[in-house]
């Protein structure tokens, strides 16, 4: 196990809902990243939090937002749900100096359903 | 043109053979490169991290890249049944804030 634990697991929710997902990083890790895997795709890249900030951002729409805490756990939210936001999202943690960033270890991840 | 490019596969190995996935990437500038092992219904583990040229062993897995050909590769030496599962190429680009790309992963099979 990585250490880095996600909340919910599962998640059901109708479109136009809004949704809160939870991380917590692996102890000692400072970034955190959020994906977006679509069943039978590799993840897709949706933002990275470092030391509170957003840090690089992939191609998703601003209903796409996070958070990072000073604990480094992080919140991804999603407001107006679509049919299409139903994947997997999943955590990544890692450790980040002057730039350069480590090996990401991943959560369990959150399957999210929109119906 | 994606970023990282993998074959879907499925490739089938039989139990005790190598099995040996590529992945190619369009950015020169990438620094680092990992392979990811993926299980239906879980989430991506890491199994190897590469950053030069040549090759990297860890167990039955040895890790390849060339950088001049923007290729790396993963080799799993005496395949076994629980090897079966997607295998995920991640490149790191530092010119795209420490974004990660991902292959669409490759489906491998162990036929014991």
């Known amino acids: 196990e990585t250490g880095v634990t996600q909340s919910p697991t599962h998640l059901i929710k109708t479109r136009g809902q809004q949704v809160t997902l939870r991380c917590s990083s692996q102890s000692g890790h400072n970034t955190v990243s959020w994906y977006q895997q679509a069943l039978g795709q590799g993840p897709q890249f949706i933002f990275q939090y470092y030391r509170e900030e957003e840090n690089g951002r992939g191609n998703f729409p601003p209903r796409f937002s996070g958070l990072q805490f000073p604990n480094y756990s992080s919140e991804l939210n999603v407001n107006a749900l679509e049919l299409d936001d139903s994947a997997l999202y999943l955590c990544?943690?890692?450790?980040?100096?002057?730039?350069?960033?480590?090996?990401?270890?991943f959560g369990p991840g959150t399957r999210l359903t929109v119906l | 043109q994606k970023e990282v490019e993998q074959n879907s596969g499925p490739l089938s190995v039989p139990e005790g053979a190598i099995a040996s996935l590529n992945c190619t990437y369009s950015d020169r500038v990438s620094q680092s490169f990992f392979w990811y092992r993926q299980y239906s219904g879980k989430s991506p583990e890491l199994i190897m991290s590469i950053y030069s040229n040549g090759d990297k062993e860890d167990g039955r897995f040895t890790a390849q890249l060339n950088k001049a050909s923007q290729y790396v590769s993963l080799l799993i030496r005496d395949s076994q049944p629980s090897d079966s599962a997607t295998y995920l190429c991640?490149?790191?680009?530092?010119?795209?804030?420490?974004?990660?790309?991902f292959g669409t992963g490759t489906s491998l099979t162990v036929i014991p």
């Open positions: 990544a943690s890692s450790f980040s100096r002057r730039g350069a960033m480590d090996t990401q270890y």
């Open positions: 991640a490149v790191n680009n530092p010119n795209t804030g420490n974004q990660f790309y």
